[in-house]
């Protein structure tokens, strides 16, 4: 018996601004590597056209600025785009009035490039939040993240409050009117295809791709088969 599964499609259209921001390279070999996102991205969206499926795409402030003609034709081919910081900083590292302002300016760039309201979504670049994240999207209005990895294939409520110690119990905080769509790792094609080396490591990357295949169709049959 067939049954309808509903799954996301996402891609992070993050250009230059993952080598400028988290390698932190003026390189422009290294800077020309983020300049194949939009060859990737232009690929991407015609085999979603061919398809005719819907996605979203969380897109840096910077990536809109440096591609404004491919952001364009996502948003003129249905494509829903979220917040992905303005150059892909990392939350965490950044004080509250700083991350306010990468906020408010990746949401008026994504609102001149859509001319409409933004869906609201969000995914925090490099998958951390700070301790003031959940609180500035509340408070801007957002709908859903995207950052967290608590589930696999079921949306929950975000929790502000989470207090983690050493000698205390687990404190789950309490919940908020924020929509969690979870991301995994394994489901990323970044750390399993792209070679990469900084002075954090090396990320091996070049997968073959029928590995690749197989960890996301396997991931694919346990929600077809056992969920719902
Ligand atoms: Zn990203």
Partial sequence: MSKDVTVCF?????????????????????????????????????????????????????????FPRECQRLVAEGHEVGHHGYCHENPARLEIEKEQAILERGIALIK?????APWWGYRSPAGSFSPNTLRLLLDHGFLYDS?????????????????????????????????EMPFSWSLDDFPIFEYSSSRRGINQGLADP???????????EYLYTKMG
């Fill in 10 to 66: 996402s891609y992070d259209f993050d250009a230059m601004s993952v080598w400028i921001a988290n390698f932190r390279t003026e390189s422009p070999n290294a800077l020309s590597r983020g300049e194949f996102g939009q060859v990737g991205a232009q690929r991407i969206l015609d085999l979603l056209a061919d398809y005719d499926i819907k996605s979203t795409w969380f897109v840096p402030g910077h990536t809109i600025e440096a």
């Fill in 112 to 116: 001149d490039l859509t001319s409409r």
């Fill in 147 to 179: 950052s967290m990895l608590g589930n696999d294939f079921t949306p929950y409520y975000g929790r502000d409050g989470i207090k983690a110690s050493i000698d205390a119990p687990y404190d789950f905080g309490k919940p908020v009117d924020l929509v």
């Fill in 210 to 220: 029928a590995r690749v295949y197989d960890i996301w169709v396997g991931d694919f």
